[in-house]
């Protein structure tokens, strides 16, 4: 946490947009504290608030765009060549398109509050060739209201961050963890009916 805050003081702004845009895309950077520590020094007067949010929110965006082009430009050709071999078709891939359109969309709005999550969906809706603009819209949307929460926690908590910073890392493993098993079940599931 010592070097985020330093990451901050050193580069301020450059710095928040870089480690939020790696930690979006999936480089093993506390987002979340950095979102909390960026609204403590809001509320000491340190940062300035919308230059905090609309560079939190670029970085953010750019992160989970780069997800989503890898996705795209990357896994999607690596599966549809070799994915017979972890048995994947591309019909997994087309099913997985359609689940994104009908019902996946808003797990790319709130997979933002599960670590993890929101860098894989990404991944997945590029994988799946979901359309651009649909992406962005719920994408962008679950960064508004991520960096929106996490920036108020810590300009309302101030001083009492550390704390504060300890019991969101603790509710968020165990989302993640909940998350990691509703979708194995998931798995499961559709794999037996495609036996029966």
């Not at 819209?137 to 550390?162: K, P």
């Amino acid at each position: 946490m010592t070097s985020v805050l330093g990451w901050i003081s050193q580069y301020g702004y450059l710095g928040l947009f870089g480690m939020l845009m790696f930690g979006i895309a999936g480089l093993p950077i506390p987002d979340e504290t950095l979102l909390v520590l960026s609204g403590v020094l809001v509320a000491q007067g340190r940062l300035t608030a919308w230059i905090t949010f609309l560079t939190a929110f670029a970085g953010s965006a750019c992160g989970i765009s780069l997800s989503y082009f890898l996705g795209r430009s990357v896994a999607s050709p690596l599966l549809l060549r070799y994915g017979s071999y972890v048995h994947v078709t591309p019909e997994d891939l087309e099913t997985t398109h359609r689940w994104f359109r009908r019902m996946g969309n808003w797990i790319l709005t709130f997979g933002y509050f599960i670590p993890g999550v929101r860098h894989f969906t990404a991944l997945v809706a590029g994988m799946s060739k979901l359309e651009f603009p649909i992406f962005a819209g719920f994408a962008y949307l679950g960064a508004v209201i991520w960096i929106s929460t996490f920036l108020s926690i810590g300009y309302f908590v101030g001083d009492r961050w550390h704390s504060v910073v300890s019991a969101l890392h603790r509710y968020m493993l165990v989302g993640a963890l909940v998350a990691a098993a509703a979708a194995a079940l998931m798995w499961w599931v559709r794999g037996q009916r495609r036996r029966d």
